[in-house]
């Protein structure tokens, strides 16, 4: 069995809506690594980073915490389930099963928290509770396999309800774009998952699962949507040979993003939107 | 392209409530076998679209200013703000202050699925700004002028923003004269995203189908709707996108108007941001 080699790091940078706090972000991010190397279903040394992304629905109550929840769910249930695509309905129901569970938990203290700080629910509010919240779930594991030749190869392999996006990008050109795939399929109803869904079938046929190859250079990106849709209005050839001009991410930092941000939609280039960037290169520093 | 400015809390949506008091509103509103006076139907309407609303903007910290809400009234020598208990007297008023004082809040029971194929009866809160009032004649060319003069102070204040939403609800017996002009006037302001959009609730006693935003007046039952009709303002294009998604039969040329229907539903038109809309 080969030494595994180091994981990508990911870079997380995100700014919120304008005109918004920052705890007004409803977009949520979440990502883990193992410090050791496991083992897979054919007896090769692998080691994971796995990465959520979830944007909470505006018009829905608590957006912000169920995203928060589900990004940290959705890594716990990759990470359980080993090769979890192979089996997407018991990975969905797990995912279902433990966020449902979490969310419960969590709402039982927000009501006593209201209670206690003298707030209790108001009539305007408790419509919205009961519907639940809403929020796209993404997420993504890259997985690192010694092969029996001990040579390293690199995967991903994501799934996505809703229009967070994952894109792979080599050289600069837009390799992969996942699930969408061109400017024109968003909009303002994607599919979400709601704090109240526990119907495991429909999520099951509605999530959709991607994998790839990843080669040294490589780029992820993981993104909500106002940024997944600049990445495809830079780009509308999806596996082409068109460059999408990328700023200097890897030298960001969470203000430098802001400003990026900012500067796009003043151009009128970006829906002002939160936004969310998880960002990883195969085989290099980040 | 236009009606596709953003409504956020630092460029928000002024919306203007219209409400015939005038004596015929206490006549009732015929629509199939029910039968409920038109000032009732009204008033209902305009307290579910204020809940609609202020749901529809909530969130965990309050309602958000979305909005700037008016609800004038118009019947005997009066045209002016219709509002009841703390915002009494009020014109645009932001709508977290609207969510935060009704008149007062009913308990009022429904019947709910109780998930296993039959019904359970469950207590709401109804929130109530206004009660129904009827009382002399129909000034609505007045009413549609003193729209005008609010409207006219939001576009100025508002220049680049979502226009203006005027929704006239009434049995259409203007009796200040014809308020075509009147109605002209006021979708004449414009910001730059768009001109004023006039919507028109007509509740009628002359029966028939209940319409709802029809392109052509052909199916409607009298001169008073085909003029609320003609009144009314061309849906916009996402608007009637979310007509089509409800159901409705649409085409470029359907308009704001509704006949002896639910209105309410309009408060879905409006676009705040990523819709709670549950997996299909």
Same mark, same amino acid.
């Given at each position: 069995?080969?030494?595994?080699?180091?994981?990508?790091?990911?870079?997380?940078?995100?700014?919120?809506?304008?005109?918004?706090?920052?705890?007004?972000?409803?977009?949520?991010?979440?990502?883990?690594?193992?410090?050791?190397?496991?083992?897979?279903?054919?007896?090769?040394?692998?080691?994971?980073?796995?990465?959520?992304?979830?944007?909470?629905?505006?018009?829905?109550?608590?957006?912000?915490?169920?995203?928060?929840?589900?990004?940290?769910?959705?890594?716990?249930?990759?990470?359980?389930?080993?090769?979890?695509?192979?089996?997407?309905?018991?990975?969905?129901?797990?995912?279902?099963?433990?966020?449902?569970?979490?969310?419960?938990?969590?709402?039982?203290?927000?009501?006593?928290?209201?209670?206690?700080?003298?707030?209790?629910?108001?009539?305007?509010?408790?419509?919205?509770?009961?519907?639940?919240?809403?929020?796209?779930?993404?997420?993504?594991?890259?997985?690192?396999?010694?092969?029996?030749?001990?040579?390293?190869?690199?995967?991903?392999?994501?799934?996505?309800?809703?229009?967070?996006?994952?894109?792979?990008?080599?050289?600069?050109?837009?390799?992969?774009?996942?699930?969408?795939?061109?400017?024109?399929?968003?909009?303002?109803?994607?599919?979400?998952?709601?704090?109240?869904?526990?119907?495991?079938?429909?999520?099951?046929?509605?999530?959709?699962?991607?994998?790839?190859?990843?080669?040294?250079?490589?780029?992820?990106?993981?993104?909500?949507?106002?940024?997944?849709?600049?990445?495809?209005?830079?780009?509308?050839?999806?596996?082409? &040979?068109?460059?999408?001009? *990328?700023?200097?991410?890897?030298?960001?930092?969470?203000?430098?993003?802001?400003?990026?941000?900012?500067?796009?939609?003043?151009?009128?280039?970006?829906?002002?939107?939160?936004?969310?960037?998880?960002?990883?290169?195969?085989?290099?520093?980040? | 392209?236009?009606?596709?400015?953003?409504?956020?809390?630092? &460029?928000?949506?002024?919306?203007?409530?219209?409400?015939?008091?005038?004596?015929?509103?206490?006549?009732?509103?015929?629509?199939?076998?029910?039968?409920?006076?038109?000032?009732?139907?009204?008033?209902?309407?305009?307290?579910?679209?204020?809940?609609?609303?202020?749901?529809?903007?909530?969130?965990?910290?309050?309602?958000?200013?979305?909005?700037?809400?008016?609800?004038?009234?118009?019947?005997?020598?009066?045209?002016?703000?219709?509002?009841?208990?703390?915002?009494?007297?009020?014109?645009?008023?932001?709508?977290?202050?609207?969510?935060?004082?009704?008149?007062?809040? $009913?308990?009022?029971?429904?019947?709910?699925?109780?998930?296993?194929?039959?019904?359970?009866?469950?207590?709401?809160?109804?929130?109530?700004?206004?009660?129904?009032?009827?009382?002399?004649?129909?000034?609505?060319?007045?009413?549609?002028?003193?729209?005008?003069?609010?409207?006219?102070?939001?576009?100025?204040?508002?220049?680049?923003?979502?226009?203006?939403?005027?929704?006239?609800?009434?049995?259409?017996?203007?009796?200040?004269?014809?308020?075509?002009?009147?109605?002209?006037?006021?979708?004449?302001?414009?910001?730059?995203?768009?001109?004023?959009?006039?919507?028109?609730?007509?509740?009628?006693?002359?029966?028939?189908?209940?319409?709802?935003?029809?392109?052509?007046?052909?199916?409607?039952?009298?001169?008073?709707?085909? *003029?609320?009709?003609?009144?009314?303002?061309?849906?916009?294009?996402?608007?009637?996108?979310?007509?089509?998604?409800?159901?409705?039969?649409?085409?470029?040329?359907?308009?704001?108007?509704?006949?002896?229907?639910?209105?309410?539903?309009?408060? $879905?038109?409006?676009?705040?941001?990523?819709?709670?809309?549950?997996?299909?």
């Amino acid at each position: 069995m080969g030494d595994i080699p180091a994981l990508p790091p990911a870079q997380w940078l995100w700014t919120q809506k304008a005109g918004s706090s920052e705890q007004e972000c409803e977009d949520a991010a979440y990502f883990w690594q193992s410090g050791e190397a496991g083992v897979d279903s054919a007896g090769r040394a692998v080691a994971s980073l796995y990465v959520a992304v979830s944007d909470g629905a505006s018009e829905s109550l608590l957006a912000r915490d169920w995203a928060t929840l589900l990004v940290r769910d959705a890594v716990e249930s990759m990470r359980l389930a080993g090769d979890w695509w192979q089996e997407l309905g018991t990975f969905v129901r797990d995912l279902m099963e433990r966020s449902a569970l979490h969310w419960d938990a969590f709402l039982t203290r927000y009501q006593a928290e209201r209670a206690t700080q003298g707030r209790p629910i108001t009539w305007y509010e408790q419509p919205g509770l009961e519907k639940g919240a809403f929020a796209t779930v993404l997420g993504a594991e890259i997985r690192a396999t010694v092969l029996d030749d001990g040579t390293t190869h690199w995967f991903w392999f994501a799934f996505a309800l809703g229009d967070s996006c994952v894109f792979q990008l080599r050289e600069g050109r837009l390799v992969e774009s996942f699930p969408v795939r061109s400017v024109e399929e968003f909009g303002i109803t994607p599919q979400l998952l709601g704090s109240r869904n526990h119907d495991v079938r429909l999520v099951a046929e509605r999530m959709r699962v991607t994998w790839g190859e990843l080669l040294p250079g490589d780029e992820l990106l993981l993104t909500t949507d106002a940024l997944a849709a600049w990445v495809l209005s830079q780009s509308t050839d999806v596996g082409g &040979n068109g460059i999408v001009a *990328l700023p200097a991410f890897d030298s960001f930092d969470r203000q430098d993003f802001a400003d990026w941000v900012d500067d796009q939609r003043a151009r009128g280039r970006m829906r002002n939107d939160d936004v969310t960037l998880v960002r990883m290169r195969a085989g290099s520093e980040a | 392209m236009p009606y596709t400015a953003e409504i956020s809390r630092t &460029n928000p949506g002024c919306f203007i409530f219209l409400v015939d008091q005038s004596a015929s509103m206490s006549d009732p509103m015929e629509s199939g076998e029910t039968t409920q006076p038109r000032a009732e139907v009204v008033a209902g309407a305009i307290n579910r679209l204020l809940t609609e609303l202020s749901v529809k903007c909530a969130k965990e910290e309050g309602v958000r200013d979305y909005f700037h809400v008016a609800v004038i009234g118009y019947g005997h020598q009066h045209v002016g703000s219709a509002y009841q208990g703390a915002l009494a007297g009020r014109d645009l008023v932001p709508l977290s202050e609207v969510a935060n004082n009704p008149a007062r809040v $009913e308990s009022r029971t429904k019947k709910v699925p109780d998930g296993a194929g039959g019904l359970v009866e469950t207590t709401v809160q109804f929130p109530v700004w206004m009660d129904p009032v009827t009382n002399g004649g129909t000034p609505m060319t007045r009413a549609l002028g003193y729209a005008d003069t609010l409207v006219g102070n939001w576009v100025d204040a508002h220049p680049s923003g979502f226009p203006p939403i005027v929704l006239n609800l009434t049995d259409g017996e203007s009796t200040d004269g014809d308020p075509t002009s009147a109605a002209i006037g006021l979708a004449s302001h414009a910001t730059a995203d768009g001109p004023v959009l006039l919507f028109n609730l007509h509740v009628s006693g002359s029966g028939g189908a209940p319409i709802t935003f029809p392109d052509s007046e052909e199916q409607l039952p009298d001169t008073y709707a085909k *003029l609320l009709f003609q009144m009314s303002s061309v849906l916009p294009s996402h608007m009637r996108s979310y007509a089509a998604s409800q159901g409705h039969r649409v085409s470029e040329s359907t308009r704001g108007f509704v006949y002896n229907a639910d209105i309410v539903s309009i408060v $879905e038109f409006l676009d705040i941001g990523t819709r709670a809309t549950e997996l299909r």
